[in-house]
């Protein structure tokens, strides 16, 4: 460790030169090369050549990528706000029961309002928000005012919100869906699904919002260090109560998404939700520990796992396989992550 | 240096005038005054218990005082918060880093008062990097830090660069008054003269620089003045001319006065 806590410059100008001067693209090049989402990117990339080489009539059909693209849809919502949730350091264990719990609800007053028009389903939309942004408002509260971990506080909400949605509908799923709803996810623009289209364009603002702005500046230093972020006079629990309220929403607006895709609330259909979303974010080269994480990579980890139970699936392997491959791959990507910061830093 | 000087060199910028500060039934602070010039370099020193970190609390804003007064140019203020210190210019730099270790240096500079776009970009919160990266570049070499790289995470900078940026940061928006708990209590022998050179720096740029240290090689080396504090009070205020380590030490324990050394009252 040769430390240098502050190399009086030969000429001050000299190092301003070094400095000022704009980062290479060399040089940015080789920061993402070395990067997560570009190692998962290449492997994903990898992946799909595989498949598509192997069964270049089913796999790389445009139906069957369609399809994939639909699959993953969903979960990329719901990992967009797992995103930002673990940029910050935190946990959000609830989502799946809080897209079933809005959807729950907003199915259940788009029937009671009885006409099928957009009208309705826009209702539905500030419904299913609305419930989602309760429960987000919920987690962060016990999170950050009654100091209860994230773990805990998003563990006892998935339970309640699930138990709650069962109240609601007596424990069987509601199937009348306004039809403006359905066309909304079965329909398309240009050939491409408007899920993947809405998906895609939640997926960038949430990009462009965490890698772009103050507020998701904050997020990254809320997670790197919280008491600092106190003492430099950000106001810590308030961002974190932001962020679980926008996870709560985003679980609100995927349920939306889910009505139209599937025609019913798929009480049994999300348990694993939040599971794979932390997967996914985790595969992008999040850390668990806070302070990294890019939505890219978000993108990234979402779709290895879809694309290797759909590339299973048409190779007629068991889909359990894929399963079995995500959860080591999991557990190779965090030790390949920590040995290359153990390399990089320095202490 | 490009700083406006908040005085002219000696200038009182920073002043306590019978601070007392009371926890419960124990009294931290006990009538404490406190002297701060312009362009200099004030050690305030004192045993574990003395009183320190709780004047240096109240002088910046983190704790309220029971009962006294703090001027700031002369005139009293009383801080609600320590953004009320940051905004008369008074920054800390704390002894366990306050630094981000995943976000880059000017991330870090910038860390809770970010620049941002102007006009609407700006009002939707969208961040000015290039501006901040250069503020920060010219703050590093205005204190002739140098830094290997301006975009990587500070993670992967050393133990004392990393102090360094923390500094940097407290150098770069204190118009008066930079505090620094034992800055240099986590670092080597090399990095520890480094960081001291960066404090005459900073003494240099026309603020006042108060160093709260144990080390009192530190102290001799540094100080312009040195604040003793002792059982809650200041029992002695020097020039540091031809002062020596028992000299200080002695001032701190008592040895060398007259105050007796068992008064009531007194904790940590």
Request: hydrophobic share 50%.
């Amino acid at each position: 460790m040769s430390g240098d806590a502050a190399i009086p410059g030969p000429a001050g100008t000299a190092d301003a030169a070094g400095l000022l001067a704009p980062q290479g693209l060399g040089r940015k090049l080789k920061a993402a090369a070395a990067s997560s989402p570009f190692y998962m990117g290449i492997i994903l990339l990898l992946l799909v050549a595989f498949f598509s080489f192997l069964h270049p009539a089913t796999f790389a059909s445009s139906y069957n990528v369609r399809n994939i693209f639909l699959d993953a849809s969903v979960l990329l919502i719901l990992a967009v706000g797992t995103t930002y949730i673990m940029i910050a350091g935190g946990f959000d264990l609830s989502i799946g029961s809080v897209l079933v719990f809005s959807g729950v609800v907003a199915a259940q007053v788009m029937l009671q309002f009885g006409t099928d028009s957009l009208l309705t389903v826009a209702l539905g939309f500030v419904v299913a928000l609305a419930c989602g942004t309760a429960w987000g408002v919920f987690n962060g509260f016990c999170i950050t005012r009654l100091r209860v971990s994230a773990l805990i506080s998003t563990l006892g909400s998935m339970g309640a919100a699930l138990g709650a949605a069962y109240l609601v509908t007596d424990g069987s799923d509601i199937r009348t869906v306004p039809n403006a709803l359905i066309a909304l996810g079965h329909g398309s623009v240009g050939g491409v699904p408007w899920l993947v289209v809405i998906t895609a364009v939640v997926s960038v603002i949430g990009g462009v919002v965490l890698h772009m702005t103050r507020f998701g500046r904050h997020t990254y230093l809320v997670g790197s260090n919280p008491e600092g972020s106190r003492r430099a006079g950000i106001n810590v629990s308030g961002h974190l109560l932001k962020l679980y309220a926008l996870s709560g929403l985003l679980a609100g607006f995927a349920a939306m998404l889910s009505l139209g895709r599937f025609s019913t609330t798929t009480l049994e259909g999300h348990a694993n939700d939040p599971l794979e979303a932390i997967t996914a974010v985790v595969l992008g080269g999040t850390a668990l520990t806070g302070g990294r994480g890019t939505i890219i990579g978000t993108v990234v980890g979402v779709f290895i796992p879809a694309v290797l139970a759909n590339g299973f699936i048409i190779m007629g392997i068991q889909p359990f396989w894929q399963m079995v491959v995500i959860g080591f791959v999991v557990i190779a990507a965090v030790y390949a992550d920590q040995i290359k910061r153990q390399k990089g830093e320095r202490l | 240096m490009s700083i406006a000087p908040a005085g002219s060199k000696g200038d009182a910028i920073l002043q306590a005038r019978g601070i007392t500060k009371r926890f419960g039934h124990v009294e931290a602070l006990r009538g404490a005054d406190f002297d701060a010039h312009a362009g200099e370099v004030t050690a305030l020193i004192g045993d574990n218990g003395a009183g320190k970190s709780t004047l240096v609390k109240i002088l910046s804003g983190v704790y309220g005082a029971t009962s006294g007064q703090v001027l700031v140019d002369g005139g009293p203020v009383s801080f609600a918060s320590p953004s009320d210190a940051h905004a008369i210019g008074i920054e800390t730099v704390y002894q366990d880093l306050s630094v981000c270790p995943d976000l880059s240096p000017s991330a870090n500079m910038f860390m809770g008062r970010e620049a941002l776009r102007p006009g609407l970009l700006g009002r939707l919160g969208f961040l000015d990097n290039p501006t901040m990266r250069r503020e920060s570049a010219v703050a590093f070499q205005r204190l002739k830090v140098a830094l290997k790289d301006m975009d990587a995470p500070i993670s992967s900078l050393s133990g004392g660069q990393r102090q360094s940026v923390a500094i940097c940061r407290a150098a770069m928006w204190a118009k008066r008054v930079v505090f620094m708990d034992e800055p240099t209590a986590a670092l080597g022998v090399v990095q520890t003269a480094r960081t001291l050179d960066l404090v005459r720096r900073i003494r240099d740029t026309g603020v006042a620089v108060v160093l709260i240290s144990h080390n009192m090689r530190d102290v001799i080396q540094v100080a312009d003045t040195v604040e003793v504090l002792r059982l809650g009070r200041r029992i002695a205020s020097m020039r540091n001319q031809g002062i020596t380590v028992p000299d200080l030490v002695g001032a701190m324990t008592g040895a060398l006065d007259t105050v007796p050394e068992s008064e009531p009252g007194v904790a940590a």
